[in-house]
């Protein structure tokens, strides 16, 4: 079976191809912003133009734009192709590269950090949460400390910390638990949203 991968909750954007459990090719790019202009081009330039019966696609937390733009081509390729369209949460994957237990620490929203801890299984310990930097330091950390704020958190705890520096990429979607996949395909925004509808 393929399995086309698409991960853009973050600055990178990120698109594998696999044949079952072998990756075939992925494209990987840290482009800040430009996710909907880079995306397409990028699955094209995969092999048989990145053609798969399923595709997998990042659900966030992370950039609601970015969350947004893998969703909308995930879709569209799934009705196009017939293929099964499932996703995936973003700290997860992170959590998966990792490969052991961890806590990830992800760029949030407002300066606030998305903080979320995994078992060596790779499955979530608790649910994904906001935090400031300060109530971040405050909670009990897993001694492995990974995602693109681990260096900043991991400075703050002090102490003895592994840490691994990273963004999540497409290419190790295959080590994701199949348990945190899903046919839901709402954004997971891990935070509340900042415009309130006004009290009648």
């Excluded at 966030?60 to 017939?82: D, E, Q, Y």
């Excluded at 310990?125 to 900043?152: D, K, P, Q, W, Y």
């Excluded at 190790?172 to 199949?178: E, V």
């Amino acid at each position: 079976m393929r399995i086309l991968a698409i991960e853009t909750a973050t600055e990178a954007c990120s698109v594998a191809l696999f044949d079952g459990p072998v990756l075939v090719e992925a494209r990987h790019e840290v482009l800040g912003r430009g996710h909907a202009e880079r995306l397409v081009p990028m699955i094209a330039e995969l092999p048989d133009k990145g053609r798969a019966t399923e595709i997998r696609v990042s659900l966030g937390p992370g950039s609601f734009t970015g969350v947004r733009i893998g969703l909308a081509v995930a879709r569209a390729l799934g009705i196009a192709w017939n293929a099964n369209v499932l996703g995936y949460p973003t700290l997860a994957l992170v959590a998966a590269q990792a490969g052991e237990a961890s806590t990830v620490c992800m760029n949030g929203g407002h300066g606030e950090w998305f903080i979320q801890r995994f078992s060596a299984d790779g499955l979530p310990e608790a649910e994904v949460r906001s935090l400031t930097r300060a109530a971040a330091a405050g909670e009990m950390h897993a001694r492995l400390i990974a995602g693109n704020r681990a260096e900043e958190l991991a400075a703050m705890l002090g102490g003895e910390h592994i840490v691994r520096d990273m963004l999540p990429s497409a290419a190790n979607a295959q080590r994701l638990p199949p348990a945190l996949l899903t046919v839901d395909l709402a954004p997971l925004y891990g935070r509340a949203p900042d415009a309130k509808l006004p009290e009648i």
